[in-house]
């Protein structure tokens, strides 16, 4: 499985960013997707994930309100549209295929066994 992040960029505080995240190879074992983010200096963290099968999302309280995740299963591909963007959510973002059925929270790393290589989100103040 591969997966390639685009659609990161710099932009001004309020602006908005559409994030992509495209998928290719055995992606049939993966249940569901999520965007996570590494800031300087911090931990990555969980920022929304969806599942394939209904289309069911998780946000972080971070992201509610102002992101949204979507997929095209007919395309293997995961959005994040990025909305009233802040200084605090620059990062690197990292989309994820995880697995676990129905019990996964998709909130933690350890759900996951394929990421992308990430793409710089920089939002200037």
């Known amino acids: 499985v591969q997966l390639q992040a685009s659609g990161g960029g710099l932009v001004q505080t309020g602006g908005s960013l559409r994030l992509s995240c495209a998928a290719s190879?055995?992606?049939?074992?993966?249940?569901?997707a999520s965007w996570f983010r590494q800031a300087p200096g911090k931990e990555c963290e969980f920022v929304a994930g969806?599942?394939?099968?209904?289309?069911?999302?998780s946000y972080a309280d971070s992201a509610k309100g102002r992101f949204t995740i979507s997929r095209d299963n007919a395309k293997n591909t995961v959005y994040l549209q990025m909305n009233s963007l802040k200084p605090e959510d620059t990062a690197v973002y990292y989309c994820?295929?995880?697995?676990?059925?129905?019990?996964?929270?998709?909130?933690?790393?350890?759900?996951?066994?394929?990421w992308g290589q990430g793409t710089q989100v920089t939002v200037s103040s």
């Open positions: 994820a295929l995880g697995g676990g059925g129905f019990i996964a929270t998709m909130k933690y790393s350890y759900e996951y066994d394929y």
């Open positions: 190879g055995r992606t049939f074992s993966s249940d569901f």
């Open positions: 969806i599942r394939w099968s209904n289309g069911i999302t």
